[in-house]
């Protein structure tokens, strides 16, 4: 069975940093494209950064230049780099694949960016 894991949350004052790591488990991790999904409270779950399994990044727009993702296929595991926080950041995070997400979602990891 499919199993993600995200970690790597916390409270951090803006233009502070994060480092999220999700574990996949149960999959042929590295051949489908990842992507790094977040939910802020009253909005919908919208996606932040996306990697294919041969590397190439794409970011929204809201983060770009400030967020980096990375994937290491031998640990079936994909990260988010979230440098220059901004209290607009501050959500639940999630990982999947991408377009196509697997309909179990892990639990996330909270981002809240505070000063």
């Known amino acids: 069975q499919v199993q993600l894991v995200e970690s790597g949350g916390g409270l951090v004052q803006p233009g502070g940093s994060l480092r999220l790591s999700c574990a996949a488990s149960?999959?042929?991790?590295?051949?489908?494209?990842m992507g790094w999904y977040r939910q802020a409270p009253g909005k919908q779950r919208e996606l932040v950064a996306k990697?294919?399994?041969?590397?190439?990044?794409t970011y929204a727009d809201s983060v770009k230049g400030r967020f980096t993702i990375s994937r290491d296929n031998a640990q079936n595991t994909i990260y988010l780099q979230m440098n220059s926080l901004k209290p607009e950041d501050t959500a639940v995070y999630y990982c999947?694949?991408?377009?196509?997400?697997?309909?179990?979602w892990g639990q996330g990891t909270q981002v809240t960016v505070s000063s």
């Open positions: 149960g999959w042929i991790f590295s051949i489908y494209p």
């Open positions: 990697i294919t399994s041969d590397g190439m990044t």
């Open positions: 999947n694949t991408h377009p196509m997400p697997v309909n179990n």
